[in-house]
């Protein structure tokens, strides 16, 4: 063999071994990138059931108007005199903090049902400037709210016993958590707004990020 063919025959090897560790490495990231996607991926706590409420328009709005839409709810009352400012403060933050072409969708049950009627709750709403395209209050029949709220979305709301409330519209207990439900209508993420090590700052940003991640999912 000249010297000219053992020349392009040791070119051709290193050819061969370059593409085979280009291929290994390859296949190798996105083995890791797999991984990487799986660690990333929230836990899913349950389906959320079919279900049908009323919006501040009055308007019926049913769970399949959300299907293909991440939404984050939360629940609380308009005359409460405890932590419901403070969550729906958060929810208006995290409004403006969603992106533009974020199609996520905001939802506020009451479960004060048989006082905050859709006027009481549209008013309530727009003192936060609330977006009806992006953000909805939603009412129903107690039984209605406590189905959705407290067997689908792991919500809490108790009524309180007259001799426990420590003023007039101390009526109920309960979640100060904001929920994030897929595109599938499963509940995905679970997050506190209040107490003392609670920065709301960071619950936003925790949110908005689980938002974008799901709305990334197929």
């Known amino acids: 063999m000249n010297p000219y063919s053992r020349q392009t025959t040791r070119l051709l090897w290193l050819g061969l071994a370059l593409t085979a560790t280009l291929l290994v490495l390859a296949f190798l990231l996105a083995a890791f990138k797999s991984r990487a996607a799986k660690a990333?991926?929230?836990?899913?706590?349950?389906?959320?059931?079919?279900?049908v409420l009323t919006n501040q328009d009055g308007q019926p709005l049913a769970?399949?108007?959300?299907?293909?839409?991440?939404?984050?709810?939360?629940?609380?009352?308009?005359?409460?005199?405890?932590?419901?400012?403070?969550?729906?403060?958060?929810?208006?933050?995290?409004?403006?903090?969603?992106?533009?072409?974020?199609?996520?969708?905001?939802?506020?049950?009451?479960?004060?049902?048989?006082?905050?009627?859709?006027?009481?709750?549209?008013?309530?709403?727009?003192?936060?400037?609330?977006?009806f395209n992006?953000?909805?209050?939603?009412?129903?029949?107690?039984?209605?709210?406590?189905?959705?709220?407290?067997?689908?979305?792991?919500?809490?709301?108790i009524p309180k016993k007259t001799e426990e409330r420590e003023s007039p519209a101390d009526l109920f207990v309960h979640s100060t958590i904001f929920?994030?439900?897929?595109?599938?209508?499963?509940l995905r993420g679970i997050f506190e707004t209040t107490g003392e090590d609670v920065d709301p700052a960071r619950v936003k940003h925790d949110i908005v990020a689980a938002v974008r991640r799901l709305e990334d999912e197929s």
């Open 40 to 51: 990333r991926s929230l836990p899913v706590y349950g389906q959320v059931a079919s279900f």
């Open 63 to 131: 769970s399949s108007n959300l299907l293909g839409k991440v939404w984050v709810a939360d629940i609380i009352f308009t005359r409460c005199p405890g932590p419901c400012l403070k969550m729906t403060r958060l929810m208006r933050d995290l409004q403006s903090a969603l992106p533009p072409a974020s199609q996520a969708k905001l939802v506020s049950l009451t479960t004060d049902a048989e006082y905050d009627s859709p006027p009481i709750l549209k008013a309530y709403a727009q003192r936060f400037g609330a977006d």
């Open 134 to 157: 992006r953000w909805m209050f939603l009412t129903g029949t107690p039984k209605q709210i406590a189905e959705v709220a407290i067997d689908s979305l792991k919500l809490t709301a």
């Open 179 to 186: 929920v994030v439900v897929d595109k599938h209508g499963q």
